[in-house]
């Protein structure tokens, strides 16, 4: 797979589960990829290994979002790895997960939330346009939080947010033929949702509730995420992306 050859790519939140193989999928299809982590060493080498076993190419980035210079920090690491090439595709994977019911959400767990899921994102895309190529892709994880009604308010909130901004933002720059897309998956098995598959009872439960019958896994949204960021999608922006497997569509027959 070449789709990708000669583009360069960077997505936060590369260390694991989704971002992971956000980052695998775009390294494989040929693409120099940025790999993004807030601290974990190890398994942001993982991530790399894995990208290297497969003959991509990638390089990291260590950047703590919601913490101070947090995007100067990013984009001193992106630069350095760049080396003067432009950035094509922007993958914005990095959030935090839940912060809990209303009941449960704390003014400091609402503001980290907000500070990792919604301002890191706009202020990457702020800086991130100004070395982007013309024709480049912005793709923004949503979440299917956002048109089923769940407890966790202030997560599902932060997801509306990344849905205003991809929609506004595609209408701002797509004279240059820049696009600008959200995909949002529904509940995905990762290293921090194995519980999902404790049983086979428990997947199966959890699978009934997709259209397509079974739990999501993050080569899943990989798949999607390449297809955005290849020519292939170059008449699609402004849309969000439901990346679910059809999940609570409706009861079955």
């Not at 789709?3 to 997505?11: F, Q, R, S």
């Not at 995007?71 to 080396?83: K, R, V, Y």
């Not at 089923?148 to 797509?174: D, E, F, T, Y």
């Not at 995420?225 to 969000?240: P, Q």
């Amino acid at each position: 797979m070449t789709a990708l050859n000669g583009k360069t790519a960077l997505v936060t939140g590369a260390s694991r589960g989704i971002g992971r193989a956000i980052a695998l999928r775009l390294a494989v299809e040929g693409a120099l990829v940025a790999v993004h982590y807030a601290g974990n060493d190890d398994a942001a080498a993982q991530t790399l290994a894995e990208i290297e076993q497969a003959g991509g190419r990638a390089f990291p980035v260590r950047a703590a979002f919601g913490t101070d210079g947090d995007i100067d920090a990013l984009f001193t690491g992106l630069e350095t790895g760049l080396a003067g090439r432009p950035l094509d595709i922007l993958v914005n994977n990095a959030a935090l997960p839940s912060a809990g019911s209303l009941a449960e959400t704390t003014p400091e767990t609402f503001d980290r939330l907000l500070a990792v899921n919604v301002k890191a994102p706009f202020f990457i895309i702020q800086r991130a346009l100004a070395i982007m190529a013309d024709d480049g892709r912005i793709i923004n994880l949503s979440s299917a939080a956002t048109r089923v009604a769940r407890p966790a308010l202030a997560h599902a909130m932060a997801k509306g947010a990344i849905n205003a901004l991809s929609l506004g933002l595609a209408q701002q720059v797509g004279k240059r033929g820049i696009t600008v897309n959200a995909v949002a998956p529904g509940p995905t098995l990762t290293e921090s949702s194995d519980w999902m598959v404790a049983t086979p009872a428990v997947e199966e439960r959890l699978g009934a509730a997709n259209a397509l019958d079974r739990v999501g896994r993050p080569a899943d949204i990989a798949a999607a995420i390449a297809f955005l960021a290849s020519d292939d999608a170059r008449w699609v922006t402004g849309g969000v992306l439901d990346v679910t497997g059809g999940w609570f569509l409706g009861p079955r027959d």
